[in-house]
């Protein structure tokens, strides 16, 4: 039998396993997983309860509307996003060090969680419409950042010269792409994308791509 307490947010029963997750991020992760794999237009209120196997006033009673959710979804993937860079950001690491943990930070969030990669990119190719604020502007500081800090790397010598804006643009598809396209690519690659060591060779050749373009020889 399944048991939910879906209005307070205590824990839940479901087969006889308790789930220690409150309500309210039950609901945030189904619907992460729902936008993600329909898209925003094709999701219902009613998928999501679904997933989480609670009634719909239960739902509205902790988010008033899908487009509510919505948003709520993507401030929480915006929010882990940059807790996860904010380490390799803000670290003390200079050149090609802060560069490398940075990629790898992010591809390790990426990794974690490929719904948000998925979800991101759908959220692009539609132009923010469904969330009510302007995506490249909340991502603008973060790529302005980025690009002055290879500027300035590249006017001391320690880096290449680059376009840094579109060496920062090569990179997004590089890492986001691979993520949002897993299905595609098991076909080309004859392997689960999201197997390990698939991961592992992913990460690696992306370090050796940036290493290429930015230490001079």
Request: aromatic content about 10%; charged content about 25%; glycine content about 8%.
């Amino acid at each position: 039998m399944s048991v939910t307490n879906d209005v307070d947010g205590a824990p839940t029963e479901v087969g006889g396993a308790v789930d220690d997750k409150s309500t309210r991020d039950q609901i945030l992760d189904a619907a992460l997983e729902c936008f993600a794999q329909t898209g925003y237009s094709a999701t219902s209120l009613n998928d999501i309860v679904a997933e989480v196997g609670i009634r719909r006033q239960s739902l509205l009673h902790h988010f008033a509307s899908k487009e509510t959710l919505y948003g709520e979804v993507f401030e929480r993937l915006l929010s882990d996003w940059f807790a996860r860079l904010a380490g390799a950001i803000e670290s003390t690491a200079t050149g090609w060090p802060k560069v490398e943990q940075v990629l790898r930070a992010g591809f390790g969030f990426f990794a974690d969680n490929p719904s948000y990669v998925t979800l991101m990119r759908r959220e692009a190719i539609d132009g923010g419409s469904h969330l009510g604020i302007d995506l490249a502007a909340v991502l603008r500081p973060m790529f302005d950042q980025a690009a002055n800090y290879l500027r300035r790397e590249m006017a001391a010598g320690n880096f290449r010269e680059q376009n840094p804006e579109q060496l920062l643009l090569t990179g997004y598809g590089a890492l986001l792409s691979y993520f949002s396209d897993a299905p595609f690519l098991e076909g080309l690659l004859d392997e689960d994308p999201f197997a390990p060591a698939a991961l592992d060779r992913r990460c690696e050749h992306i370090i050796d791509f940036f290493t290429a373009a930015l230490i001079p020889t």
